[in-house]
């Protein structure tokens, strides 16, 4: 008998045992459906999260003041720094000085240092003022070196601006209800700005230090909100931040770890932590989901035991005839693959839209109090998007096709091995 006859007889089983068939299709669905959607949200997860921790900068540790988080209850929380968003803590200290700047400088691995402060001022333009906008004043002779944010149009700070301002895309297009172009004057706490760069996106102004200086209340003349500190060679960005710990503790005669006043935040290490964390959420998930496909392989095992007793005689009558054992054996393995392959493909489709859903559904969830470009954090990354690969689609539906003709492997071998005058005989 040829594979062809063997594959229609196969088709011919599953289409006159519909309800038993879908019935043990249904939980292969479930099962791969379970499997796609969470490997699916993982992998735009993973996405989304290398893209927010690279939008740090991977490069670029933080310093900031206090013993607390170096960033806030997300990723793109609190006023933005240099890289788009910002460190904060809860310490109001500003315990940060150009003394800082200069023992950093001198640090192995250290590439660029840059001091930075922050606040909020009442910001105008066209007749229309925007309160308590956030400013941030940067070293306008390394910011470019230090930032990752990306320009839409213009161009970043210079050495030699004094009154210039970069700002961000919401403010350059909805804060005064009109764009903002470049070269227009904003003025900012009673001074004349000119705008000579638009960022990508944000909802910062970057203005020189010194002119934020004497635009924002209470930051003093010699302090900072936070350091910034580019460095040369990330692989070993764990041995600089230990570094950078030990001069600045020495620096400012603190002997005691507990006693430490600032925060060496580096985001190479937050990276690692968090797709850490993500690896164990994602396999913890997948062992629920594979629970689901072992139900499904022990239903199609049940379906393929019952067609090999309802298709006894029938098979008696085949070997009676001259069928051979392998020829009976394939037919009954192509039809346990068959439920596995239409299940895998329900599966596909259903995995596809749930887990669309649950994005969509998350990402509604976080977006009201992150407005952010880094979203909310972990459950931002989560609710984000879905990875839908070729590679998981094609897998997905071979799995269920293993799974199908693994489990009717013992029926198969069990309805070749009958006896033909045995299998004539039974009722």
């Given at each position: 008998m040829r594979l062809k006859r063997s594959f229609q007889l196969a088709i011919n089983i599953f289409v006159h045992s519909k309800l038993r068939s879908w019935l043990t299709i249904i939980g292969i669905i479930v099962g791969i459906a379970a499997v796609v959607s969470i490997i699916s949200m993982s992998l735009g997860a993973e996405q989304q999260l290398e893209e927010r921790l690279g939008s740090l900068g991977a490069d670029i540790l933080t310093i900031s003041p206090g013993m607390?988080?170096?960033?806030?209850?997300?990723?793109?929380?609190?006023?933005?720094?240099?890289?788009?968003?910002?460190?904060?803590?809860?310490?109001?200290?500003?315990?940060?000085?150009?003394?800082?700047?200069?023992?950093?400088?001198?640090?192995?691995?250290?590439?660029?240092?840059?001091?930075?402060?922050?606040?909020?001022?009442?910001?105008?333009?066209?007749?229309?003022?925007?309160?308590?906008?956030?400013?941030?004043?940067?070293?306008?002779?390394?910011?470019?070196?230090?930032?990752?944010?990306?320009l839409s149009s213009g161009?970043?700070?210079?050495?030699?601006?004094?009154?210039?301002?970069?700002?961000?895309e919401n403010i350059?297009?909805?804060?005064?209800?009109?764009?903002?172009?470049?070269n227009s004057k904003i003025i900012i706490g009673g001074k004349s700005f000119n705008v000579v760069g638009i960022l990508s996106e944000g909802r910062s102004i970057y203005i020189p230090i010194e002119a934020a200086r004497t635009v924002i209340e209470d930051v003093g003349t010699d302090e900072f909100n936070s350091i910034s500190v580019k460095i040369t060679d990330v692989s070993i960005s764990n041995e600089t931040v230990t570094k950078i710990t030990k001069k600045l503790m020495l620096s400012r005669g603190i002997l005691q770890e507990s006693k430490k006043d600032f925060t060496v935040t580096n985001p190479a290490s937050m990276q690692q932590t968090m797709q850490e964390t993500m690896g164990t959420m994602t396999l913890f998930l997948e062992a629920i989901a594979a629970i689901s496909l072992f139900v499904g392989a022990i239903g199609i095992a049940n379906t393929m035991f019952t067609s090999v007793l309802e298709k006894t005689r029938d098979i008696g009558i085949m070997k009676a005839i001259g069928t051979q054992n392998k020829d009976i054996m394939n037919m009954f393995l192509l039809n346990?693959?068959?439920?596995?392959?239409?299940?895998?493909?329900?599966?596909?489709?259903?995995?596809?839209?749930?887990?669309?859903?649950?994005?969509?559904?998350?990402?509604?969830?976080?977006?009201?109090?992150?407005?952010?470009?880094?979203?909310?954090?972990?459950?931002?990354?989560?609710?984000?998007?879905?990875?839908?690969?070729?590679?998981?689609?094609?897998?997905?539906?071979?799995?269920?096709?293993?799974?199908?003709m693994v489990a009717g492997a013992i029926p198969a071998y069990r309805a070749s091995k009958l006896n033909p005058v045995d299998a004539l005989r039974y009722e």
């Open positions: 607390q988080r170096a960033f806030g209850g997300g990723f793109g929380g609190g006023p933005e720094g240099p890289s788009g968003t910002s460190p904060s803590s809860t310490s109001t200290t500003k315990n940060l000085t150009a003394k800082d700047i200069i023992v950093l400088k001198s640090i192995p691995n250290v590439k660029y240092v840059m001091g930075q402060v922050s606040g909020t001022s009442d910001v105008s333009y066209s007749s229309k003022t925007a309160k308590k906008t956030t400013i941030t004043g940067v070293d306008a002779t390394v910011w470019k070196e230090v930032t990752t944010s990306t161009r970043y700070l210079t050495g030699g601006d004094m009154y210039s301002a970069v700002i961000g350059a297009t909805s804060v005064f209800g009109k764009e903002v172009p470049l346990s693959g068959l439920i596995g392959l239409v299940g895998g493909i329900g599966g596909v489709i259903l995995g596809t839209i749930s887990s669309t859903a649950i994005n969509t559904l998350a990402g509604v969830s976080t977006s009201a109090s992150n407005r952010g470009p880094g979203g909310g954090g972990l459950m931002g990354a989560l609710g984000g998007s879905s990875v839908i690969s070729i590679q998981l689609v094609l897998g997905a539906i071979l799995f269920a096709v293993l799974i199908g």
